[in-house]
Nanobody
Framework: QVQLVESGGGLVQAGGSLRLSCAAS????????MAWERQAPGKQRELVAA???????NYADSVKGRFTISRDIVKKTMYLQMNSLKPEDTAVYYC?????WGQGIQVTVSS
């Protein structure tokens, strides 16, 4: 069974940083394409960042230059480093893998 478990969210002031982690279950090939998505209240879920099997990364325009996606193959964990956070980054963040999602984790940025 595919399992993705996010951690690292919480409450932070604008301008602050957080690092989200996504631990992948044993049957996930961590070197495949993976991504982070988020959903703010009253809004559709949107792609935040993705990393391909070759390591190529892509970011939503709204987070370029502030967020960094990465992964640790040994730890089977994907990360999202979020810097210079803004109130509009407030959302539930999900890691995704081929149609599977984690339970989501809340990130709240206060102004």
């Amino acid at each position: 069974q595919v399992q993705l478990v996010e951690s690292g969210g919480g409450l932070v002031q604008a301008g602050g940083s957080l690092r989200l982690s996504c631990a992948a279950s044993r049957n996930i090939v961590i070197t495949n394409s993976m991504a982070w998505e988020r959903q703010a209240p009253g809004k559709q879920r949107e792609l935040v960042a993705a990393i391909s099997s070759s390591g190529t990364t892509n970011y939503a325009d709204s987070v370029k230059g502030r967020f960094t996606i990465s992964r640790d193959i040994v730890k089977k964990t994907m990360y999202l480093q979020m810097n210079s956070l803004k109130p509009e980054d407030t959302a539930v963040y999900y890691c995704t893998y081929f149609g599977h999602w984690g339970q989501g984790i809340q990130v709240t940025v206060s102004s």
